[in-house]
């Protein structure tokens, strides 16, 4: 799988939009730590974080379309310069006194609405880089195997800055990391190929109205959800079992699960249909949720919450892989973001709806009921229409216009 790492292009572009993809992971806690020691307020630490998360979603869509139209070196440096100074401006206004509290409300919005969407626009440079089928697998898998470490690492390494430095070194960083991450990326040779279409798409090529792709948000919606409720229930075990401390390796070990079942999934050479795939992974992660909440101790829930992880990268991959096949290649980058957004979105819902059902009746009820949901949203999507989705259908692997 390590070998697509060696194609010409592919490092010089993988490296920095690791760096630059960095940012996100390290983004939301440092927001988080930064307006909590600037307010004293948990209350409003979580509605600045809560501000970046939900314009991140929202904006996805019309950021990726900016960059199938005017390609990735103008709109991704734009939106990285963007971001850079919204976590610049967050840094000062932590440092500085008398600043009123809603300018890190303001500021969220902005640092969420310009985050780039670099790891859809990497994708589209393995898709540019790569033959279809099993090479391309394996470098989308690499890809979603080491972004999951950074979601593993991230969050470690900015707690160190921050209790080395000061929370506004936090943003400083984070700020530093998307703006070199993503010109570095940029200026590649392999991203500065995908110039874009410079206009609009049409109507009839928009990834919504491809046959299939739809059905394959909805399931991806229950991923996300699990996802969700996985980050939630997490640290509610470990207070329940009382050991606190033990939450960061409970999601370490279903982030760990994550990457192990990114990097299996990119060694096999499945013959089973892209969309079947999807059901099959899909389900059993929502299977998996429903036997883990009946494991009532944290090394059995440790090691169920890996299991369940071990289905994640592989969805994502599938749904990745599935828009590369069926989404015109004037609208790859969006079709992308469209499946990191439909995860998302089950996340963000499935981790309101979990709090409240595990104030009330304990972190594995959440697990059962996300687990059962997954799975009848898997179900609701009728198998035979997702058997259809098959990579016979693929389109020509260029991204956008290349020079």
Same mark, same amino acid.
Not at 12 to 30: D, E, Q
Not at 249 to 255: E, K, N, R, T, V
């Given at each position: ?8 292009? !592919? ?24 307006? =909590? #020691? ?16 939900? /314009? ?15 390609? =990735?070196?103008? !709109? ?23 600043? /009123? ?6 500021? %969220? ?15 589209? *440079?393995?898709? %540019?880089?790569?033959?279809?089928? #099993? ?12 972004? &999951? ?28 990391? @998307? ?10 040779? %392999? ?13 009839? #090529?928009?990834?919504?109205? =491809?046959?299939?792709?739809?059905? @394959?948000? *909805? ?14 229930? /997490?640290?509610? @075990?470990?207070? =329940? ?54 494991? #009532?101790?944290?090394?059995?829930? /440790? ?46 819902? !499935? ?14 009820? !959440? ?22 989705? &098959?990579?016979?259908? @693929? ?5 956008? &216009?290349?020079?």
């Amino acid at each position: 799988m390590l070998a697509v790492l060696l194609l010409p292009g !592919a490092l010089r572009a993988f490296l920095p939009a690791l760096v630059g993809r960095s940012a996100l992971a390290m983004g939301g806690l440092a927001l988080l730590l930064a307006v =909590q #020691d600037r307010t004293g307020s948990y209350t409003q630490a979580g509605f600045a974080t809560a501000a970046f998360g939900t /314009a991140n979603v929202i904006a996805a869509p019309w950021r990726a379309r900016a960059v199938d139209r005017f390609g =990735q070196r103008i !709109a991704l440096t734009t939106m990285a310069s963007g971001q850079a100074s919204g976590f610049a401006a967050l840094a000062l206004i932590t440092e500085a006194k008398g600043a /009123a509290d809603s300018w890190f409300l303001i500021l %969220s919005v902005v640092v969420g609405l310009a985050s780039p969407p670099l790891g859809a626009a990497m994708r589209m *440079i393995w898709a %540019s880089l790569t033959t279809a089928g #099993d090479q391309r697998t394996r470098a989308f898998s690499i890809d979603a195997v080491c972004e &999951e470490l950074l979601f593993v690492g991230g969050p470690v390494i900015i707690t160190a800055v921050i209790m080395a430095s000061s929370p506004s070194v936090g943003l400083w960083v984070t700020a530093a990391a @998307v703006s070199v991450g993503t010109v570095a990326m940029t200026s590649s040779a %392999s991203s500065g190929a995908l110039r874009g279409t410079g206009k609009g798409v049409a109507r009839g #090529d928009r990834p919504l109205r =491809q046959p299939g792709f739809a059905r @394959v948000l *909805i399931v991806l919606l229950g991923v996300g959800g699990l996802l969700g409720v996985v980050e939630i229930a /997490a640290p509610a @075990v470990a207070a =329940q079992c009382d050991a606190v401390a033990a939450t960061g390796w409970l999601l370490a070990a279903f982030a760990g699960g994550s990457a192990l079942g990114g990097f299996l999934y990119g060694q096999l050479n499945l013959k089973a249909g892209i969309g079947g795939r999807l059901f099959a992974l899909c389900a059993s992660m929502g299977l998996a949720a429903v036997l883990v909440s009946q494991l #009532d101790t944290l090394g059995l829930f /440790a090691a169920g919450l890996a299991l369940v992880g071990l289905f994640l990268a592989p969805s994502l991959i599938t749904g990745y892989l599935i828009a590369d096949t069926i989404v015109p290649a004037t609208s790859r980058t969006e079709a992308s973001t469209w499946i990191n957004t439909a995860v998302n979105l089950g996340a963000s819902l !499935a981790s309101a709806a979990a709090g409240m059902v595990i104030d009330d009746s304990g972190a594995w009820l !959440a697990l059962l009921l996300m687990g059962a949901i997954a799975l009848a949203l898997a179900s609701a999507v009728p198998f035979t229409r997702l058997r259809k989705i &098959e990579p016979a259908a @693929v389109h020509s692997p260029e991204c956008c &216009e290349h020079g």
